[in-house]
T-cell receptor
Framework: GENVEQHPSTLSVQEGDSAVIKCTYS??????FPWYKQELGKGPQLIID?????GEKKDQRIAVTLNKTAKHFSLHITETQPEDSAVYFC????????????FGPGTSLSVIP | DAGITQSPRYKITETGRQVTLMCHQT?????MFWYRQDLGHGLRLIYY???????DKGEVPDGYVVSRSKTENFPLTLESATRSQTSVYFC?????????FGPGTRLTVT
């Protein structure tokens, strides 16, 4: 079955710097890769996603890149702000359908003012 | 517009007791999911449902039972709670690609 690994588990950056979170997946059939942000005491919320036919996607300060050959994808946050502090989860679809996704273990991001 | 709600938000129970966690969504989304969140494991899928009366196992279904008689409700039952089921439980519903998560239920089994 699918296995999703995520690194680092914790990340501290200065406000204004960039943050990068990396994930790998094992199932070559996976074709959908969402990223969720979880603020303290709340449920996760989708922030960006990418399909396997796209190598990169950007939405304002966040971007995701996908390397299907290497089976890894990354989240990039530029010009970080204190409100970016949260736990970030990557995920990969189970097979070619996004009916189910498998989540990585999460990265706790702290942005230091 | 409440969206997706979970109850109770906090629950303490004893080993061996039956516990039911409730999940209700107001959107009429077809898909609903139950996850548990534990440190170092992220979110693990327990059960999911594609529609009323259709449910299927996820990654960690043992010890849990679900039902879905109505589209808007998806209760999760722990038939005989164990300490290993101490966790934060999230319900979610899906439309298109995006899953919408509830606020979670923190369950402690003593």
């Amino acid at each position: 079955g699918e296995n999703v690994e995520q690194h680092p588990s914790t990340l501290s950056v200065q406000e204004g710097d960039s943050a990068v979170i990396k994930c790998t997946y094992s199932d070559s059939a996976s074709n959908y890769f969402p990223w969720y942000k979880q603020e303290l005491g709340k449920g996760p919320q989708l922030i960006i996603d990418i399909r396997s036919n796209v190598g990169e996607k950007k939405d304002q300060r966040i971007a995701v890149t996908l390397n299907k050959t290497a089976k890894h994808f990354s989240l990039h946050i530029t010009e970080t702000q204190p409100e970016d502090s949260a736990v970030y989860f990557c995920a990969a679809s189970l097979g070619a359908s996004y009916d189910k996704v498998i989540f990585g273990p999460g990265t706790s991001l702290s942005v230091i003012p | 517009d409440a969206g997706i709600t979970q109850s109770p938000r906090y629950k303490i129970t004893e080993t061996g007791r039956q516990v039911t966690l409730m999940c209700h969504q107001t959107w009429s989304h077809s898909y609903m999911f139950w996850y548990r969140q534990d440190l170092g494991h992220g979110l693990r899928l327990i059960y999911y449902s594609a529609a009323a009366d259709i449910t299927d196992k996820g990654e960690v279904p043992d010890g849990y039972v679900v039902s879905r008689s109505k589209t808007e409700n998806f209760p999760l039952t722990l038939e005989s709670a164990t300490r290993s089921q101490t966790s934060v439980y999230f319900c979610a519903s899906r439309t298109g690609r995006e899953q919408y998560f509830g606020p979670g239920t923190r369950l402690t089994v003593t």
